[in-house]
């Protein structure tokens, strides 16, 4: 017997079948999907791979395989699927099995050590792009410690014994990394039953009103009759789309059957979770990054062992290794997590409809603002919906008003606060309410000029402007984590007259601060959340504590619920609105939307301020009315004119590699090549230097196809991007993105 055998590598070379001949001690105990060892190469080095087919013939098979691990492994069904992702998303096929491994053994040696209980912890302390920059300038030199950092990429809140044992360094190495605010080192218990010592109320299904009713009744009938089915609930926040959930998982818990719920990382919190115990109990398993590989490693093998019915998680969550799949629910299913920015670049909505439709199961998206698209496949028939019109608990909605920042600038007031908004605060903080402050930009200046010369202060590494961090004195770039002392005097013309412009969360709280000084705030942006500074904490400190003023970006749009929160305040609506993305004005819609429900949730009704430099937008004024179908009515007119997705779909072939010049002439080679075999419905447009054109010194130029993305069309990319000519360069990479998240 022979096995075909994909090794677990991301090297594109080797994104290919290698021929094995299995032993026969193993023939009875191998099988597809079976993880195995084998020696690879001209020194036979053993590597680690997968069996992806068995039989009887092979031409080129001369070596056996020498292990066979069943236990870190994948189904049959899976590979199946991580053929196909590797062919939708242009990618290796073991970059895909390994997204379905159990967590923290995807590399061969750390798999044998995951189950230890006890230890400290070893964390990233730095963002990996900022690291590997501290590489790349040599402020990192010591072999021992790239050897530690690198590692720590891949495998990320590590215990200290398995760190030292795979990279085989001391712990005075890793006391250096700490002191030198590159890892910290936490000592804590490790609890490997994160719900143990909860102490939850149990709490039993309510009585469901009409809507409710009519949309659990629907999705209820394709549970009992084990069919797949497309149903989406559009309901505001309140709606009890959740209680929805909590009574279809009842009804597969009942029928032996599991359950797949995803959520957006962020909104994955205690409380989230809390809900889920208190109606079904221990029978849950909760996957997330903020868990260690340890503990993610245990939640894993209680589905796989069917001691967990039910998987709460982030996207990755779609792979879990249920046993029998009877619903698949993705909660605020417009949320852009969903698709993944890194390779694979997979679109986990898409990977649940085949997911279900295999396992003849129902599939439930939620949202108040779903996806354009969603909403479009629902209004075509392709997706049931179902509306909740009513907020299941009577909570009003809040006041929304506009400000134009353009009188603002007439009037004379040059703060990055209205009027308007300074007066509601005020009020707020004599009634002792609390007020929240969204800015989605962090640090304090984000632009910085000579006025003499218009000299701009830029990365070294990235087209890109750097941003002044006050609290550090620093200026920073946001995407490679360059940073350099402030500039004082212009490089350039040597003038004084340096400015600096644009506003950032920092800058933000320090205004506050000057205009309420007796007010308290609290900040959460990248820079103030940390592994032990969680966004959880920060919020929690926000509610118990009662502090006056929140002042965040993004981050304080999802998940939490403050009673006690009457003004929610958005600074610049705008900031989303010019990207060239195509998602950009409906995510700058659902933002508004959600940040607006942060606002009186309870008995007080809230307010929102809105401030914006275009109060004409239909976003904006959709959002003030908090009317989600008039603003899809506008968007999908629009998209039809554009020939935006759902009527197309957007390719984004990027090219990135250090020299220019070969960046250029790959992009245009590919370019020739599809054109040389495109179908006629392919807009195919030339090769330009991406929006950001250089970041980490890497140029970036790309190619944007609009066409539907058929199988035909994914064999005339691939064919445009393989070529002998291609694989020879060693420093250039090219990536395909579908429908990508950011197009820059
Ligand atoms: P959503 O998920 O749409 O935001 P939830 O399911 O969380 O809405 O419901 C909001 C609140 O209303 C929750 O406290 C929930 O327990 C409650 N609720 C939901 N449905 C009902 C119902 N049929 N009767 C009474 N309370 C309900
Ligand atoms: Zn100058
Ligand atoms: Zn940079």
Redesign the pocket.
């Known amino acids: 017997m022979f096995a075909e055998i994909i090794i677990n590598s991301n090297a594109k070379a080797l994104n290919k079948i290698f021929d094995y001949i299995v032993p026969n001690d193993m023939i009875n105990i191998i099988r597809i999907g079976a993880r195995v060892f084998v020696p690879f190469g001209k020194g036979e080095k053993i590597e680690d791979g997968f069996v992806i087919n068995l039989k009887e013939n092979s031409e080129y098979a001369n070596k056996e395989i020498v292990r066979i691990e069943n236990e870190n492994s994948i189904s049959e069904d899976n590979i199946i699927l991580a053929k196909l992702m590797a062919r939708k998303y242009f990618c290796n096929i073991s970059d895909c099995i390994r997204l379905m491994l159990p967590p923290g053994t995807a590399s061969k040696e750390i798999s044998n050590r995951i189950k230890e209980k006890t230890g400290n912890f070893v964390y990233l302390k730095r963002d990996i792009d900022e690291i590997n920059m501290l590489i790349d300038e040599e402020k990192i030199k010591s072999e021992k410690h790239i050897r530690v950092l690198k590692f720590l990429q891949q495998n990320d809140g590590i215990y200290i014994s398995d760190l030292k044992l795979l990279t085989d360094v001391s712990k005075g190495i890793l006391k250096t990394l700490e002191k030198n605010g590159h890892i910290e080192i936490i000592e804590k218990q490790i609890e490997r039953n994160p719900f143990i010592n909860k102490n939850i109320i149990p709490d039993k299904p ?4 009409s809507e ?1 009713k009519k949309c659990f009744n629907g999705i209820s009938s394709n549970i009992e009759n084990n069919e797949f089915s497309k149903n989406l609930i559009y ?10 959930y909590l009574q279809l998982i009842q009804k597969v818990l009942e029928k032996g059957k599991d359950a797949i719920v995803l959520v957006p990382e962020i909104s994955l919190t205690p409380q989230m979770v809390d ?1 889920f115990l208190a109606r079904f109990g221990n029978n849950i398993a909760v996957l997330h990054s903020k868990l260690s590989v340890g503990e993610r490693y245990d939640e894993w093998q209680k589905i796989a062992k069917g001691e967990a019915k039910i998987v709460i998680g982030a996207r990755s969550a779609i792979f879990a290794p249920v046993k029998k799949l009877g619903i698949i629910i993705i ?1 605020e299913e417009h949320d852009m997590s969903y698709k993944s920015d890194s390779t694979p670049r997979y679109n986990a909505k898409d990977l649940a409809k085949y997911i279900a439709e295999k396992n003849s199961c129902p599939l439930v998206l ?1 949202s ?1 603002t779903p996806d354009i698209i969603t909403m479009y496949q629902a209004k075509n028939n392709d997706i049931n919906l179902y509306e ?1 019109t009513k ?3 009577n909570a009003n909605l809040p006041n929304i008003e506009i400000v134009d920042m353009r009188n603002e600038l007439a009037i004379g007031n040059k703060s990055m606060l209205s009027l308007k908004l300074q007066n509601e605060i005020e009020k707020n903080l004599k009634n002792k309410k609390q007020t929240i402050l969204f800015l989605n930009r962090r640090g304090y200046s984000t632009f910085i000029m000579c006025r003499e010369c218009g000299f701009v202060a830029k990365c070294k590494n990235c087209n890109i402007s750097l941003t002044y961090h006050m609290s550090e004195n620093k200026l920073k770039c946001h995407y490679c984590g360059f940073e350099c002392g402030i500039i004082k005097e212009c490089p350039k013309c040597k003038s004084k007259k340096i400015k600096y412009f644009g506003t950032g969360t920092q800058k933000l709280e320090d205004e506050v601060n000057k205009l309420f000084p007796n007010s308290s705030t609290i900040r959460m942006d990248i820079d103030t959340v940390s592994k032990k500074n969680s966004h959880e904490e920060i919020l929690n400190k926000f509610k118990n504590e009662n502090i006056d003023i929140l002042i965040g970006t993004q981050m304080v749009v999802k998940g939490h619920h403050f009673p006690n929160v009457t003004l929610v305040g958005v600074i610049t609506a705008d900031s989303s609105l010019n990207l060239e993305d195509y998602r950009a004005v409906e995510k700058t819609f659902q933002t508004l939307v959600q940040v607006a429900g942060r606002a009186g949730r309870e008995k007080n009704t809230g307010n929102v301020i809105i401030q914006t430099y275009n109060p004409d937008h239909y976003a904006i004024i959709d959002s003030q009315k908090q009317d989600y179908s008039l603003f899809y009515n506008q968007e999908i007119e629009l998209r039809k004119v554009l020939n935006y997705p759902p009527f197309c779909d957007i390719i984004m072939i990027r090219f990135s590699g250090n020299n220019l010049n070969q960046i250029q002439n790959l992009a245009n080679f590919v370019y020739k090549k599809i054109n040389e075999v495109k179908k006629d419905n392919m807009l195919i447009y030339k090769p330009v230097p991406s929006p950001i054109d250089k970041i980490k010194n890497k140029y970036r130029w790309r190619i944007i196809i609009k066409c539907k993305l058929t199988s035909n069309v994914l064999d005339i990319i691939q064919y445009g991007i393989q070529d002998e000519k291609i694989s020879k360069i060693k420093d250039a990479s090219i990536i395909v993105d579908v429908n990508p998240n950011v197009m820059n």
């Open positions: 309510k009585k469901l009103n409710q309901g505001i926040t309140g709606s009890g789309k959740t209680e929805i809900r909660d939620g108040a909740l907020r299941a608990n």
